[in-house]
């Protein structure tokens, strides 16, 4: 599909639209013509704003992808700016249907499916890297493991040359929390994920010694993650003889990691054993109209060779999870997302906030006015295959085909949860610019727009922007397709190449501290 947006001024998206997307800035008193409409701007138009096509009573729904993303707060004339200043969220019900939208996976026979360079774990599956992981079990041993990871990487690891680097995973919990439940569950259940992880060679726990996340419960809770035949390497700094001595220690049995580490080759792997987190971050009116719509046919052909994409950020589907529903492969898959929205619901009203506190002033200034926009646009980094799963936080992916994980919107948190459940390899839109990595899984980052694109240039892997020069969706969602195999063969992204991504771990702390 070939769309020619660099010769419209206004984007009309579905014919019910009320709205359409300024794709340059327009002024006010200029007459522009949408999709055959004469409209005389009000007011002037921010690249990626939204201008009237239609008269709007307040109160009336106000409409962008042919679904509703608002209600008007104010009397809207065709012309007007609209945006936060007369548009906001409302009740509204959806209508939930359970797979009225699945239709058959077109997959790719096997004999013409693509592979990829990657390294074999004993476990069957299969990395894009090769890291050592030295994880904090409290945030009480974060220093002590920041230094063992920065001493073996500049001592050990150039002796090491298969393998990609040694991590510090750090974190601001472990302690102080109820001492069963689900909170310190979930922090283990992360923690195990990352120690698990398919792009982890070896791993080395680190903590204090009196803590709450007490690492023999860990080992007790996660053992089916955890065990590989024996107890895996744990030092505490209270027994070790503090941080000094245990820096000593875990640098000697970093070193026995690498060793083993440094064995393992790339070798072709089926893209099949890809396993996508799709995160979008600092987006603008464009991610709905380039760089998600792209990134989800770069899904669907992923799924088409047996692949695993994961979208995540439920905040981020509210208002937008019918659409999800009717691609569910069976009632009990749709209501399962369903129960998760409801638990957000209640949750942000405990908590005394509302969802709609997102879109940020980011997002807004791009041109987002309400979350049930930001949604819409937000839903099409998952492409059109059925909804195969839905896992909590931080639980094992074991399904493939197209999933969802319960997530937060905020990007740190929620791509832990992706890469504790098993994703080893991120795609991240931004239309704002957000710069982000995310070790041990390498991220690709998606400029929805040119001109972050050209201003980022050195963080920014794809520039979706070309789709509203005339570039395809198709094409752009090959040219990604294309990037995550060559990314997962070990090409460093931009993000990666900058050494990005170790800050970014972040587990989600639920419950109180105590």
Same mark, same amino acid.
């Given at each position: 599909?070939?769309?020619?947006?660099?010769?419209?001024?206004?984007?009309?998206?579905?014919?019910?639209?009320?709205?359409?997307?300024?794709?340059?800035?327009?002024?006010?008193?200029?007459?522009?013509?949408?999709?055959?409409?004469?409209?005389?701007?009000?007011?002037?138009?921010?690249?990626?704003?939204?201008?009237?096509?239609?008269?709007?009573?307040?109160?009336?729904?106000?409409?962008?992808?042919?679904?509703?993303?608002?209600?008007?707060?104010?009397?809207?004339?065709?012309?007007?700016?609209?945006?936060?200043?007369?548009?906001?969220?409302?009740?509204?019900?959806?209508?939930?249907?359970?797979?009225?939208?699945?239709?058959?996976?077109?997959?790719?026979?096997?004999?013409?499916?693509?592979?990829?360079?990657?390294?074999?774990?004993?476990?069957?599956?299969?990395?894009?890297?090769?890291?050592?992981?030295?994880?904090?079990?409290?945030?009480?041993?974060?220093?002590?493991?920041?230094?063992?990871?920065?001493?073996?990487?500049?001592?050990?690891?150039?002796?090491?040359?298969?393998?990609?680097?040694?991590?510090?995973?750090?974190?601001?919990?472990?302690?102080?929390?109820?001492?069963?439940?689900?909170?310190? %569950?979930? #922090?283990? &259940?992360?923690?195990?994920? !990352?120690? *698990?992880? /398919?792009?982890?060679?070896?791993? @080395?726990?680190?903590? $204090?010694?009196?803590?709450?996340?007490?690492?023999?419960?860990?080992?007790?809770?996660?053992?089916?993650?955890?065990?590989?035949?024996?107890?895996?390497?744990?030092?505490?700094?209270?027994?070790?003889?503090?941080?000094?001595?245990?820096?000593?220690?875990?640098?000697?049995?970093? %070193?026995? #990691?690498? &060793?083993?580490?440094?064995? !393992?080759? *790339?070798? /072709?792997?089926?893209?099949?054993? @890809?396993?996508?987190? $799709?995160?979008?971050?600092?987006?603008?009116?464009?991610?709905?109209?380039?760089?998600?719509?792209?990134?989800?046919?770069?899904?669907?052909?992923?799924?088409?060779?047996?692949?695993?994409?994961?979208?995540?950020?439920?905040?981020?589907?509210?208002?937008?999870?019918?659409?999800?529903?009717?691609?569910?492969?069976?009632?009990?898959?749709?209501?399962?997302?369903?129960?998760?929205?409801?638990?957000?619901?209640?949750?942000?009203?405990?908590?005394?906030?509302?969802?709609?506190?997102?879109?940020?002033?980011?997002?807004?200034?791009?041109?987002?006015?309400?979350?049930?926009?930001?949604?819409?646009?937000?839903?099409?980094?998952?492409?059109?295959?059925?909804?195969?799963?839905?896992?909590?936080?931080?639980?094992?992916?074991?399904?493939?085909?197209?999933?969802?994980?319960?997530?937060?919107?905020?990007?740190?948190?929620?791509?832990?949860?992706?890469?504790?459940?098993?994703?080893?390899?991120?795609?991240?839109?931004?239309?704002?610019?957000?710069?982000?990595?995310?070790?041990?899984?390498?991220?690709?980052?998606?400029?929805?727009?040119?001109?972050?694109?050209?201003?980022?240039?050195?963080?920014?892997?794809?520039?979706?922007?070309?789709?509203?020069?005339?570039?395809?969706?198709?094409?752009?969602?090959?040219?990604?397709?294309?990037?995550?195999?060559?990314?997962?063969?070990?090409?460093?992204?931009?993000?990666?190449?900058?050494?990005?991504?170790?800050?970014?771990?972040?587990?989600?702390?639920?419950?109180?501290?105590?």
């Amino acid at each position: 599909m070939l769309i020619g947006f660099q010769e419209t001024p206004a984007l009309k998206l579905h014919p019910d639209d009320d709205v359409a997307v300024a794709l340059m800035p327009l002024s006010a008193g200029r007459s522009v013509d949408v999709a055959g409409q004469q409209v005389r701007l009000s007011a002037n138009i921010g690249a990626g704003h939204k201008l009237a096509l239609r008269p709007v009573e307040v109160g009336q729904p106000v409409r962008r992808y042919g679904q509703v993303i608002g209600f008007a707060t104010r009397p809207i004339a065709p012309g007007d700016h609209v945006h936060s200043h007369n548009l906001a969220v409302g009740a509204m019900t959806l209508q939930y249907e359970f797979g009225t939208d699945v239709r058959p996976i077109p997959f790719v026979p096997p004999s013409e499916r693509r592979t990829f360079m990657g390294y074999r774990r004993p476990s069957g599956r299969a990395g894009t890297r090769n890291t050592v992981a030295v994880i904090g079990t409290v945030n009480c041993s974060a220093h002590t493991v920041r230094k063992i990871a920065e001493r073996a990487r500049a001592e050990l690891l150039p002796k090491y040359p298969n393998v990609t680097d040694v991590i510090a995973v750090t974190h601001r919990s472990g302690c102080a929390t109820k001492t069963a439940g689900y909170e310190i %569950e979930m #922090l283990r &259940r992360t923690l195990a994920g !990352f120690a *698990r992880h /398919p792009n982890v060679a070896g791993y @080395l726990f680190v903590g $204090l010694g009196c803590e709450t996340n007490q690492f023999e419960d860990l080992w007790a809770s996660q053992r089916s993650r955890l065990d590989e035949g024996g107890l895996p390497s744990y030092l505490g700094i209270q027994d070790t003889g503090g941080v000094a001595a245990t820096i000593e220690a875990g640098l000697q049995a970093v %070193e026995q #990691l690498l &060793r083993r580490a440094d064995a !393992f080759r *790339r070798e /072709p792997v089926p893209v099949s054993e @890809l396993c996508l987190a $799709l995160q979008c971050g600092g987006s603008d009116s464009f991610s709905g109209i380039t760089g998600n719509p792209a990134l989800g046919y770069a899904v669907d052909l992923l799924v088409a060779q047996g692949g695993t994409a994961v979208l995540s950020e439920t905040p981020e589907i509210y208002g937008a999870e019918h659409l999800l529903t009717r691609r569910a492969v069976s009632r009990d898959v749709g209501e399962k997302l369903i129960e998760r929205v409801r638990w957000w619901e209640e949750y942000t009203a405990r908590e005394g906030f509302e969802i709609d506190n997102n879109p940020a002033p980011g997002n807004k200034a791009g041109g987002l006015t309400t979350i049930f926009e930001k949604s819409l646009g937000a839903v099409a980094k998952g492409g059109s295959m059925p909804l195969a799963a839905v896992y909590e936080y931080a639980e094992p992916i074991e399904a493939s085909g197209f999933t969802f994980m319960d997530t937060p919107g905020y990007d740190p948190v929620s791509v832990t949860g992706q890469v504790a459940g098993g994703c080893n390899i991120v795609a991240f839109t931004t239309g704002r610019g957000s710069c982000f990595g995310f070790k041990p899984a390498p991220s690709i980052k998606i400029a929805t727009n040119s001109v972050t694109y050209q201003r980022m240039r050195g963080d920014m892997d794809i520039n979706a922007g070309r789709i509203l020069e005339g570039a395809s969706i198709e094409e752009v969602g090959r040219e990604i397709f294309e990037k995550l195999i060559a990314v997962a063969s070990g090409e460093p992204s931009l993000s990666e190449a900058q050494g990005i991504g170790e800050e970014e771990f972040n587990p989600w702390i639920l419950g109180a501290t105590m």
